[in-house]
């Protein structure tokens, strides 16, 4: 079965995709035509350029599955990898895009699990032995030891032999409140009036009041789907967080068990807990926009077929220009299926940069990630992940890793209790005393205007009262004043 040319055993394999940017699958047509090419102008030209002559090639698929794998998943879905040809490449054309391919198709498909490439096109050398084991499954017809791989770093704590409840017992939890949110996509007035029916039986759920163009507040009527997440993902006690999750999931028809504790797990800011702004602010299709990328996030994760890439890099760029989203954008595809997406939060930037000496990239707006970006950075921690050597192994560890490494928020008591800003008028008095309120009781924000919008929110809750005193107002009234006390 295997076409191996003189001393292909040392040199890299490559796994290519044949359905891409929304295209059908072109499997038959490269093995009619004996080629393969890419469907993108320059995505992955390096790579292709890179490709030599006599290099052995497998055109892959990959999707996932829960059921009808060869191990017990435990309800945890499974990454496979069908095998659909092998070949050795006979020219590469040098455009970046397109190779000669003297391919051999395999039928039945042979298929992989768990160490899957979601690239179109992957490079896999010899040299480590889950490589390795690939290479001589998808070469030289080797059976895959399925018992070592679930018992790997990677995969032990979803899949191994001694599979205990640990640290992220709350992933099935998120996944199952994230699937039935998805339900409610189009009633969302139900979901609505059901939370803030919630809202009215306990504390914690924050603010739930907009602001309406006509200058009147009232009762949020639409909400997007991470916002719901967050209703339980804010900077509170654990208790109430349980207590909030626990009406959510019944609103939702949730079966699954309320986590006991949320390790790993990054929380929102609690004067940006909306992943959209007041309807005074906020474009006519920004909510919409967000149900479009968690739908499109959930397929992704649920199926891994790499056709559905290009609707989710489009629903993410989408999604990233909405007013203040930042990085909870990425905060909120992590809480929906942590094992598919990580989150960027400031902590686990750090930490990606810091620990994995990997760069995460800032060509989107607000130098954040575009789509494609966030994409190309899940197969790169992936294969990272993979090294027996990293220290985290999968999304969720990288999370906790990353937090146990931040310092801790900043607390009241870590501030004088007093501090006095002098100085003459117009030089700045007001404007600094708005952004060390905000530095003292949440952090710094990122932008003068989320500074402005977390203080504003920050005096509608009462945790700030700005007071301007009259001129007559002595100094002894405010400061330090001695006078008698008469009945």
């Known amino acids: 079965m295997s076409k191996q040319g003189i001393g292909t055993a040392a040199r890299p394999c490559w796994f290519v995709g044949a359905a891409y940017g929304g295209t059908d699958d072109q499997t038959q047509r490269f093995l009619d035509e004996s080629i393969w090419e890419t469907g993108y102008e ?32 435990r309800g945890q879905t499974v990454s496979v990898m069908a095998i659909k040809a092998i070949g050795t490449v006979t020219r590469n054309h040098g455009d970046g895009r397109k190779l000669d391919v003297d391919w051999t198709p395999v039928e039945p498909h042979r298929e992989w699990y768990l160490n899957t490439y979601q690239r179109t096109i992957a490079r896999v050398p010899p040299g480590e032995w889950k490589r390795d084991a690939l290479r001589a499954f998808a070469f030289d017809n080797a059976e895959q030891d399925l018992k070592r791989f679930r018992n790997a770093p990677h995969w032990r704590a979803r899949f191994g032999d001694d599979l205990v409840n640990g640290p992220f017992a709350w ?7 994230a699937s039935a949110i ?32 006509d200058g009147t507040t009232g009762p949020l009527r639409d909400i997007c789907p991470f916002t719901v997440m967050a209703l339980f993902n804010r900077q509170t006690t654990e208790s109430k967080r349980r207590n909030v999750a626990g009406k959510l999931a019944e609103l939702l028809g949730v079966e699954v068990a309320v986590p006991e504790t949320f390790e790993g797990l990054p929380v929102v800011n609690n004067q940006k807990s909306w992943f959209f702004s007041f309807a005074t602010k906020r474009q006519p299709d920004d909510i919409e926009r967000l149900w479009e990328l968690f739908a499109q996030a959930l397929s992704y994760a649920d199926r891994k077929e790499e056709a559905d890439q290009t609707p989710l890099a489009s629903a993410y760029d989408a999604a990233a220009v909405i007013r203040g989203i930042g990085w909870n ?13 990580p989150t960027l939060d400031g902590p686990s930037r750090q930490y990606i940069r810091d620990k994995l000496g990997i760069d995460v990239p800032y060509n989107g707006p607000g130098k954040r990630c575009m789509g494609g970006d966030y994409l190309d950075l899940i197969d790169t921690l992936s294969e990272r992940f993979e090294d027996d050597a990293c220290p985290v192994h999968s999304f969720p560890e990288l999370s906790l890793a990353a937090w146990q490494k931040a310092p801790p928020p900043p607390m009241l008591d870590s501030f004088p209790l007093n501090q006095i800003l002098y100085g003459p008028p117009g030089t ?38 700005f007071a301007t005193f009259h001129q007559s107002y002595a100094y002894e009234d405010f400061v330090e004043g001695i006078r008698p006390v008469l009945d």
């Open 42 to 73: 320059n995505k992955y030209a390096k790579q292709v350029q890179s490709v030599q002559v006599g290099d052995r090639i497998a055109i892959k698929s990959t999707y996932t599955r829960k059921q009808g794998v060869p191990f017990d998943p």
């Open 171 to 177: 992933v099935k939890f998120y996944e199952a409140m």
């Open 182 to 213: 998805l339900k409610f996509r189009n009633k969302r007035d139900e979901l609505v009036t059901g939370i803030h029916q919630i809202a009215d039986q306990i504390a914690g759920l924050g603010s739930l009041q907009d602001e309406f163009s």
């Open 329 to 341: 954008e990425t905060m909120g595809l992590y809480w929906i299926r942590p094992y598919a997406y």
């Open 428 to 465: 700045g008095k007001t404007y600094s005393v708005t952004h060390r309120a905000v530095d003292i009781i949440e952090g710094e924000a990122e932008s003068d205007e989320e500074y402005q919008e977390r203080f504003r929110a920050l005096v509608r809750e009462g945790r700030v009262c």
